[in-house]
């Protein structure tokens, strides 16, 4: 059954918009507002917010835990996504005779829909407010067409993995000139330590560093279910 949800937003210059239809709401609109609520710290907070630099957006983007961050990793790691918003918009609707309210944890912008994402440790999914909650908020976003995803802790080694290639995430970082030259060089199907070493006019750091910069940005790509080592096989990207 579809659910006649409003939503509501911040726009870039503080206005606050409210009460739109969210069937309607055009995704542009909604994916040019300011977090709708900023996060707090005080003193015996149970959770660890901040703010995360991001590639895909150039810009910050804020998290209220360490989940939240996670997620951001990922979401920055992930080629098909073009643009992040914290905190969205609020969503209302009216069920069993109650106004409910629900703020997603980020809107994602791909090539395809957009996918509106809340964010829960895998032990708090079962709890029955938190299960409502989502049902509802699932049911509105799909009634659009768009994607709705809760997301859990992901596999260790893959969040290791992707939080180490973060650190080269910074592209002005990286020298042009190197990043053509592994560009030209037959590195599909090397292993990593070896691959370090394919231009011997180059200190070996730098270009072990722009190595993991290609893996960021994925145009090598690898094996990120294990834990990266001098073993891992590289390959370019189709």
């Not at 660890?48 to 991001?54: H, K, L, M, N």
């Not at 996504?81 to 309210?101: N, S, T």
């Not at 997301?151 to 290791?160: F, G, I, K, Y």
Request: overall charge neutral; glycine content about 4%.
């Amino acid at each position: 059954m579809d659910i006649a949800a409003t939503v509501s937003m911040r726009r870039r210059n503080g206005q606050v918009v409210e009460d739109r239809f969210w069937a309607t709401e055009p995704a542009r609109s909604l994916a040019s507002t300011m977090p709708w609520r900023t996060f707090r710290w005080h003193k015996g907070q149970k959770h660890y917010s901040g703010t995360y630099w991001s590639a895909t957006m150039r810009d910050h983007v804020i998290y209220e835990s360490r989940l939240e961050l996670t997620r951001l990793l990922f979401a920055d790691f992930d080629p098909a996504v073009r643009g992040i918003v914290a905190q969205p918009f609020l969503l209302k609707a009216v069920l069993e005779a109650k106004v409910r309210r629900h703020i997603p944890d980020y809107l994602l912008l791909t090539g395809q829909v957009p996918v509106v994402v809340d964010v829960k440790p895998l032990h708090e999914l079962s709890k029955p407010e938190v299960a409502f909650t989502f049902d509802w908020t699932r049911r509105a976003v799909e009634s659009r067409g768009w994607k709705y995803e809760v997301w859990s802790e992901p596999p260790a080694a893959e969040l290791e993995n992707i939080r180490f290639l973060a650190g080269y995430r910074r592209d002005w970082l990286f020298s042009a000139e190197v990043l053509e030259e592994l560009r030209e060089a037959e590195l599909d199907g090397v292993p990593l330590g070896q691959a370090v070493g394919c231009l011997p006019d180059r200190p070996e750091p730098q270009v072990r560093s722009a190595i993991h910069h290609l893996l960021w940005t994925q145009s090598l790509v690898t094996d990120l279910d294990r834990t990266l080592s001098p073993s891992h096989v590289l390959r370019w990207a189709a």
